[in-house]
T-cell receptor
Framework: DTGVSQNPRHKITKRGQNVTFRCDPISEHNRLYWYRQTLGQGPEFLTYFQNEAQLEKSRLLSDRFSAERPKGSFSTLEIQRTEQGDSAMYLC????????????FGQGTRLTVV | GDSVTQMEGPVTLSEEAFLTINCTYTATGYPSLFWYVQYPGEGLQLLLKATKADDKGSNKGFEATYRKETTSFHLEKGSVQVSDSAVYFCALSDLNRDDKIIFGKGTRLHILP
């Protein structure tokens, strides 16, 4: 297993465009998390899944953001009508089971909105 | 809500110096506590963890003890190396609630040779 994989690694988009990121978790992991990290800050929780069920969505996530994990394996995070404030590193993590277990992080997708 | 507060950086030390990075938390339940590390150009990695009061997590010469009475989880290392230069994040996860991981803002550590 190569760990958590995120694609693309970098994305530059014009304001107003839609973007979609993909995360492939470690294969047997049933928990999948999305975080956003801006410069000089710690990762901020966005949403997470237990298998295909989305369990929680942060109030940081506006209606322009949507995440899916249709078959309980890979996940996508879509941002519609991007704004400059969406520029950040988007991190995905997965873990084997609920709580108190190690979450493995991908290297992230860096989004720049120009 | 639950939160984590850690000392602001950057922290600059000479090689072989003693390191302490302070971390305190606020939680209504009984969280597990973590230190994650982010080396330059790499993703977040778990450094160590403790799941209950008085537990000590340790890895790569780093240690942190879960102190419920002071709600703290300070990271320590007796003799740092240049290769320890990284950003360190204190974090918590409360299994009894929603178990999402809540991170502090991170502390950048520079070790000078």
């Amino acid at each position: 297993d190569t760990g958590v994989s995120q694609n693309p690694r970098h994305k530059i988009t014009k304001r107003g465009q839609n973007v979609t990121f993909r995360c492939d978790p470690i294969s047997e992991h049933n928990r999948l998390y999305w975080y956003r990290q801006t410069l000089g800050q710690g990762p901020e929780f966005l949403t997470y899944f237990q298998n295909e069920a989305q369990l929680e969505k942060s109030r940081l996530l506006s209606d322009r953001f949507s995440a899916e994990r249709p078959k309980g394996s890979f996940s996508t995070l879509e941002i519609q009508r991007t704004e400059q404030g969406d520029s950040a590193m988007y991190l995905c993590a997965s873990s084997l089971e609920a709580g108190n277990t190690e979450a493995f992080f991908g290297q992230g997708t860096r989004l720049t909105v120009v | 809500g639950d939160s984590v507060t850690q000392m602001e950086g950057p922290v600059t030390l000479s090689e072989e110096a003693f390191l302490t990075i302070n971390c305190t938390y606020t939680a209504t339940g009984y969280p597990s506590l973590f230190w994650y590390v982010q080396y330059p150009g790499e993703g977040l990695q778990l450094l160590l963890k403790a799941t209950k009061a008085d537990d000590k997590g340790s890895n790569k010469g780093f240690e942190a003890t879960y102190r419920k009475e002071t709600t703290s989880f300070h990271l320590e290392k007796g003799s740092v190396q240049v290769s320890d230069s990284a950003v360190y994040f204190c974090a918590l996860s409360d299994l009894n609630r929603d178990d999402k991981i809540i991170f502090g803002k991170g502390t950048r550590l520079h070790i000078l040779p």
